[in-house]
């Protein structure tokens, strides 16, 4: 059931649009072209696809490498130490959490606007990161607070400072959660739709999301089949992503095991 979507959407970049939007369903490409793949590497009049491609790399991976650090940092700061407002800070990630991005997306291009930073990809990056920022710091809160800071101590007590405890011991036990909670950080981000829309006005600064966007017009018929090719080519870079990571994820569990 999970795959026979993705399959669909493989199987529709493959035919003509007038096959698609056909009476008939086909399950295979049984009228193979590669017609949808030239029209959306190139053709059609409209913003390019690499280009797309490459505002949205640059700013998911920015915005993953940044929510993780200071995720971390927060993370392990309401996790191990005890200070005044800790718990009052915990409540407010919880609350952001729950105001909706639509709610906030007047008040964020008129911050943007004022520094100057809309159609760029540091303005793009700034905003992903706030948003990402409360679910990486809820999601780590819970793998450090799993990792009993007995080890820590076990290891300074054989002779480790405190830094080498926590490098040595806590945090191979804490890569699989980084590992996962990026994951989930770089689906975020990448998908997102909503905020590149109001951000990156400008064609050649399109994330991929509104880039597919513009295959849907009012005044023409949807170009479905390169919608699907579109689609497919999106699904690539996290595909790539996932299966590094799945092996740094194994790894990092079994090191972490073997450390504790």
Known sequence: MSVF?????????????????????????????WRNYEVVLGEGGRAPFLPALGTSITVTLLTVMIALLFAFLAALAVTRFRFRGRKSFILAILVIQMIPAEAMIVSTFRVLDGWQLLNTVAGLTFVYVATVLPFTIWTLRGFVNGVPIDLEEAAMIDGCTRTQAFWKITFPLLAPGLVATGVFAFIQAWNEFLLALV???????????????????????TNWAAIMAGSTLMAIPVIIFFLVVQGRMTSGLVAGAVKG
């Open 5 to 33: 979507p993705v399959y669909w959407m493989v199987n529709s970049s493959f035919l003509p649009n007038n096959a698609i939007r056909g009476p008939e369903p086909h399950f295979w490409p049984d009228e193979f072209t």
């Open 199 to 221: 951000v990156m006005s400008r064609p050649e600064m399109m994330t991929l999301p509104v880039w597919l966007r513009t295959f849907q017009q009012a005044t023409q018929t």
